[in-house]
């Protein structure tokens, strides 16, 4: 395999549904790190990953992923990645073992040892049938498959929504272990932020079909900024420096992206660090400016 | 290949056995029957007339048949198991080929096919043996037109169920369609009937062995072709990636 710098990159992508556009959706994901893809529901997280994985037909742009085209070189890439859903893909009357037996004919690289270790390791039985399994124990079963093949990039698409927050902190270091190694990259769409505040190396951030963010988690965070002022001091602040503002009785806050700049330039007021999740409210309500 | 067949194999195995375990307990059942007809009670029954042998023995050659049509239905229900759990999703980030994802399901149908023949065989021959009846060429030609049934049952519904994505919607409109031809045999034999009252059972039995010959002589060249445009299709099918 040829030498990459990034694991994934998407330049343009372009999906048309009717009613819905992925529009020119660009960014990176570098090797050896961990990427936070958030979005609300339908903001076309899902979609992006389809077009990853050649699920479904994009209408234009460009997606690399090792450098490689992921459509002319489907076959070298699938070898290299891993995908893990939702929900689980295998059929419920299947076992773990049988997975063993179907995916070490699949999968070059896949070793039964790794994967035997990591259902011992997730008290996961390799004879019982998945349905008998707990929805948690079904998404430690993709992800103990998902890391059985020695896969260079793990795509993730809402995989720790609905577990319960052990299980899920269960994921996360394990998802941080695969990350030890230089080589291993990680896309993650979730819309729990907290979890990619967490694991995260960098965050991109789309709405509506929109990109709006993409960066380093640090970056972005050390940028924005919320100001908390009275409804009077709101007005003093230029609407350029404004994503959106929360007004209510007691008062307003505005989210800014220049946090550096609005310290100095509002020294007055109160300027507080923010979270993904807050950016990520500030920007959906962008186009109103104000919400309450 | 070798593991998705063996995914196949995990998901239809129960259905397997069953079939097996029915066709041992018919086989035995049918012996049980003939040997009670010629030396035990059977015989000494009153109603037990010279010819009763002959009757059970066409009632159990129908056995293999039904059996065959049985095991079609398992290779179906692993189709359907496939398209309504993610595991088509799933197949696309796999690094196989369409032809080998979309093929592992004919290869699978035509080795559980080639094994229900077989016990088919097996089983008629039982029953021949049982009763003294001649094991004809007729036997196997009717085996071969019933596996030729299920081949094309597998061959359509293969294809169909890759484009629906849905067990039921498919075998809602299957069984409208096997009622649907039924009733409209009935009603040509009716009409038969009608016209040619002495003569429309020979005409259809005729007509029945004509078609069967038919079939019987022209079943490779018929699953032949049949597979290559079913398989051509459904990969086509698996291959159009959805908007």
């Keep these: 395999m040829m030498e990459y710098e990034n694991a994934i990159e998407i330049r343009d992508l372009t999906v048309k549904y009717d009613g819905f556009t992925l529009d020119k959706v660009s960014f990176d994901v570098a090797k050896g790190s961990i990427m936070g893809f958030i979005g609300q529901n339908g903001a076309g997280k899902t979609t992006t990953i389809k077009a990853l994985l050649n699920i479904i037909k994009r209408d234009s742009g460009s997606i690399k992923m090792f450098g490689l085209d992921n459509i002319k070189d489907e076959l070298e890439i699938k070898e290299q990645i891993s995908a893990v859903f939702d929900a689980i893909p295998f059929q419920e009357q299947l076992t773990a073992g049988n997975l063993d037996r179907i995916l070490r004919d699949v999968y070059k690289e896949w070793s039964s040892d790794t994967f035997k270790a990591y259902l011992d390791r997730l008290a996961l039985p390799s004879r019982k049938k998945i349905s008998t399994f707990s929805k948690g124990m079904k998404m430690k079963l993709q992800i103990a498959v998902a890391l059985s093949h020695n896969a260079k990039l793990l795509i993730m698409d809402e995989a720790t929504t609905g577990l319960d927050p052990v299980v899920r902190n269960e994921c996360l270091d394990m998802f941080l272990e695969y990350l030890q190694d230089e080589n291993h990259s990680i896309l993650m769409s979730s819309h729990i932020t907290t979890d990619l505040e967490k694991v995260a190396d960098s965050v991109t951030f789309i709405n509506k079909g929109k990109l709006l963010l993409t960066g380093y988690k640090d970056d972005i965070l050390e940028k924005h900024g919320v100001i908390k002022c009275k409804k009077s001091d709101y007005k003093e602040i230029s609407p350029e420096d404004i994503i959106s503002a929360r007004i209510n009785d007691f008062g307003a806050e505005v989210m800014v992206s220049d946090k550096a700049m609005c310290k100095k330039k509002y020294s007055g007021l109160t300027l507080d660090n923010t979270t993904l999740e807050e950016i990520m409210l500030y920007y959906v309500n962008a186009d109103k400016k104000e919400w309450c | ?243």
Excluded at chain 2, 57 to 67: D, K, N, Q
Excluded at chain 2, 130 to 141: A, I, N, P, Q
Excluded at chain 2, 165 to 174: A, D, M, N
């Design chain 2, 1 to 243: 290949m070798k593991g998705l067949l063996y995914k196949e194999w995990c998901l239809g195995k129960k259905t397997f056995a069953l079939f097996l375990t029915l066709s041992m307990v018919f086989t035995v059942l049918g012996i049980l029957v003939f040997l009670s007809t010629m030396y035990g009670n059977l015989k000494t029954w009153p109603e037990t007339e010279p010819g009763s042998i002959k009757v059970f023995a066409t009632m159990f050659s129908y056995v293999p048949y039904i059996l065959i049509l049985f095991v079609a239905t398992s290779v179906n229900q692993g189709i359907f198991m496939d398209c309504e759990s993610g595991w088509m999703k799933y197949s696309y980030t796999l690094p196989q080929k369409p032809i080998v994802i979309v093929g592992t399901k004919y290869l699978y149908g035509l080795i559980v096919f080639a094994c229900s023949f077989i016990f088919g065989l097996i089983n008629a021959g039982f029953i021949c043996l049982m009763s003294g009846e001649k094991f004809t060429l007729d036997l196997v030609r009717n085996l071969i037109v019933i596996l030729v049934a299920a081949i094309c049952e597998l061959a359509v519904v293969t294809p169909l169920a890759i484009k629906f994505k849905s067990g039921r919607t498919l075998s809602t409109v299957g069984a409208v369609f096997v009622m649907g031809v039924y009733i409209l045999s009935g009603y040509i034999m009716v009409k038969l009937d009608e016209k040619y009252p002495e003569t429309a059972t020979e005409i259809i039995k005729n007509i029945f062995d004509k078609a069967m010959d038919i079939i019987g002589m022209l079943s490779i060249p018929i699953i032949v072709v049949l597979l290559m445009i079913s398989v051509f299709v459904s990969c086509k099918l698996y291959q159009r990636r959805e908007k």
